[in-house]
Structures are given as C-alpha cells and as structure tokens.
C-alpha cells in the first residue's frame, strides 16, 4: 500500500485517485482518510465494472466498505437501496440469464 500511495503523490493523491472509496478531510491538523458513502461506493465499483455487474458480485463491495452490508439492509435490501438511490444506480431484473443485474444510471 505504501508504494501506491507514493506512486499517488502521497495521501491526498491516493484518495483523489480511489476517491469512490476513499476521501481525504482537510482538518486543523493533518487531515484524515474517511470511507466514502454507500452509494457512491457502490456507483465506483459498478462503474469500474463498466457500469454494469452482476447483483451477487456486491460482496465485493460488502468486503471493502464496512457498513455497507447494514446500510443496505436497514434500506431494505438491494433492490430497495437501488430505488433510494434512482437517480445513479438501478437494479435489473434477471431476464433470460435469470440473474440479477446493478447498473449505473447514465444522464437521460
């Protein structure tokens, strides 16, 4: 991690690089790396996916972001946190492959 961090230009860099995981917060000392939200976490990694994933393969977000396992469940699921969050991801229905697809909603 060290090396990618210095390959960044330092903490600030990193962050604005992986900033769907990460920010950086200015404050009256050093600064701090916080987690970025839910949402903009789950639009990152569908978005690195090309901008559509399989439903299942939202593990990998519940393994990177901590919390993102409860706030989708106190949101009533995926497809509900998908609803909440309308304007920037939606949930597919299976069709013909029968799975379950998250794909970000591009500017209509």
């Known amino acids: 991690a060290q090396q990618q961090i210095k390959a960044?230009?330092?903490v600030k860099g990193f962050c604005a690089k992986h900033d769907?995981?990460?920010?950086?917060v200015e404050d009256r000392g050093?600064?701090?790396?916080?987690l970025s939200s839910v949402e903009d976490a789950l639009v990152g990694l569908v978005t690195e996916?090309?901008?559509?994933?399989?439903?299942?393969?939202?593990s990998v977000l519940y393994a990177m972001h901590p919390q993102a396992r409860q706030v989708?469940?106190?949101?009533?699921?995926?497809?509900s946190f998908c609803m909440l969050h309308s304007g920037r991801v939606r949930l597919l229905g299976g069709g013909a492959s029968g799975k379950t697809r998250i794909q970000v909603v591009q500017g209509e």
């Open 20 to 24: 769907w995981r990460v920010r950086f």
């Open 72 to 79: 989708i469940k106190a949101a009533g699921g995926l497809a």
């Open 49 to 58: 996916r090309g901008g559509e994933m399989e439903g299942s393969q939202v």
């Open 8 to 10: 960044a230009g330092g």
């Open 30 to 34: 050093a600064g701090k790396v916080v």
